[in-house]
């Protein structure tokens, strides 16, 4: 009876172990503050749920709305292959928000 019951456990907690995550999901956006008026690119990583820019820009527009920041628009949304060639040109917004 140990013999079956020991391989049949781990079998079960294999199946239970969660698998590979998903995909990660980022969006690059633009956001703007006024008086004065400021302007920010930035690149923000977003719940697996929200991959397309409808449910980005709503995941988008209370955070940046915390931090003082009015969402103008989603540039697009990515995976994390393209996450490095954006680093630069959002700088102290690469992952901020």
């Known amino acids: 009876m140990t013999r079956t019951v020991l391989p049949l456990t781990l079998v079960c907690l294999a ?10 999901c980022y969006a690059d956006y633009k956001a703007k503050q006024e008086d004065p008026l400021r302007l920010h690119y930035g690149v923000a990583e977003l719940p697996d749920n929200a991959c397309s820019r409808g449910a980005a820009a709503d995941a988008l527009r209370a955070r940046l709305a ?31 928000y």
Do not use: C
Not at 75 to 91: C, I, N, P, Y
């Open 15 to 24: 199946l239970a172990l969660p698998g590979p995550a998903a995909a990660a």
């Open 66 to 96: 915390d931090a003082g920041w009015t969402l103008l628009n989603v540039v697009s949304t990515f995976g994390g292959d393209q996450l490095d060639e954006k680093r630069d040109s959002a700088g102290e917004n690469f992952l901020r």
